[in-house]
T-cell receptor, first 113, second 115 residues
Framework: AQSVAQPEDQVNVAEGNPLTVKCTYS??????LFWYVQYPNRGLQFLLK??????LVKGSYGFEAEFNKSQTSFHLKKPSALVSDSALYFC???????????FGGGTRLMVKP | GAGVSQTPSNKVTEKGKYVELRCDPI?????LYWYRQSLGQGPEFLIY????????DSGLPNDRFFAVRPEGSVSTLKIQRTERGDSAVYLC?????????????FGPGTRLTVL
């Protein structure tokens, strides 16, 4: 069975500082990895995905993520955080067969001015 | 263009009642998914449609839950004999063709409260 772990319930960072939101996964076969962001009372918004190729993936709003196969990780990063980045972030994985997304429990990002 | 829409945005019902939740996918998307998000948790997969047929319903928790997509566009999630444990946000997503590399685009969700 596939699973995703987001080890931090909350990440606090000062505006202008770099941010990292951690994600590790467990899946049989090749993983397809996704990051979504959720603002209050709104659905999930797609940020970026890793399918194959370059391990560094760039996405929306200046976010990027690095796929590390040996560490089974897909951490989300941004060089300079904005207060408006404060939201709930979800990592998700698809396995080789099937189209369902398996989500982590989410990490709340708080960016303070 | 228009995204995924879901109605109603909020639904309050009493234990034992029947409810229907509607999802309008992005125009032209053949794949449609339902997920359930309980408070403080990530979304959990319920069912996946490819066209009109349910390609994977392995996430439906029991036979009180049923979903249809009769014309390959709009989908309805139906819950019979609701229980308090069914209270959650029900999310719908759609994707272009349902392939592995496809991105799923989510609607705003329906918050279901069972009293």
């Amino acid at each position: 069975a596939q699973s995703v772990a987001q080890p931090e319930d909350q990440v606090n960072v000062a505006e202008g500082n770099p941010l990292t939101v951690k994600c590790t996964y467990s899946v049989s076969g090749n993983p397809y990895l996704f990051w979504y962001v959720q603002y209050p009372n709104r659905g999930l918004q797609f940020l970026l995905k890793y399918i194959t190729g370059d391990n560094l993936v760039k996405g929306s709003y200046g976010f990027e993520a690095e796929f590390n196969k040996s560490q089974t990780s897909f951490h989300l990063k941004k060089p300079s955080a904005l207060v408006s980045d404060s939201a709930l972030y979800f990592c998700a994985v698809k396995r080789d067969a099937g189209n369902m997304l398996t989500f982590g429990g989410g990490t709340r990002l708080m960016v303070k001015p | 263009g228009a995204g995924v829409s879901q109605t109603p945005s909020n639904k309050v019902t009493e234990k034992g009642k029947y409810v229907e939740l509607r999802c309008d996918p992005i125009s032209g998307h053949t794949a449609l998914y339902w997920y359930r998000q309980s408070l403080g948790q990530g979304p959990e997969f319920l069912i996946y449609f490819q066209g009109t047929g349910a390609a994977d319903d392995s996430g439906l928790p029991n036979d009180r839950f049923f979903a249809v997509r009769p014309e390959g566009s709009v989908s309805t999630l139906k819950i019979q004999r609701t229980e308090r444990g069914d209270s959650a946000v029900y999310l719908c997503a759609s994707s272009l063709i349902g392939g592995r590399a496809d991105t799923q685009y989510f609607g705003p969700g329906t918050r279901l409260t069972v009293l």
